[in-house]
């Protein structure tokens, strides 16, 4: 069975960094794109940033320039490296396939205080 576990979030203010980490399980990982998803109180879950199998990124405009995802194959994890956080990052983020084809995981709150 296919598991996701995300992990990394936690409490910055504005202008921090974090490195969120998500670790697949099970092979909806190894040729699939994947990508990170988040959801703010109140609001629908949202694309943030995607990368292929062979490492192409792509991300959502509001993160562009901020956000860096990237891969490890060899340990089915992928990454969302975050800088110059705004209170509007503020959400739980997941990760899963690029068609969310996958069951979901519990996520990883990101606080950005003001």
């Known amino acids: 069975q296919v598991q996701l576990a995300e992990s990394g979030g936690g409490l910055v203010q504005s202008g921090g960094s974090l490195r969120l980490s998500c670790a697949a399980s099970g092979s909806v990982f190894v040729f699939n794109t994947m990508a990170w998803f988040r959801q703010a109180p109140g609001k629908e879950r949202e694309f943030v940033a995607s990368?292929?199998?062979?490492?192409?990124?792509y991300y959502a405009d509001s993160v562009k320039g901020r956000f860096t995802i990237s891969r490890e194959n060899a340990k089915n994890n992928i990454y969302l490296q975050m800088n110059q956080l705004k209170p509007e990052d503020t959400a739980v983020y997941f990760c899963n396939t690029i068609s969310r084809s996958a069951p979901w995981g519990q996520g990883t709150q990101v606080t950005v205080s003001s």
């Open positions: 990368i292929t199998a062979g490492a192409l990124p």
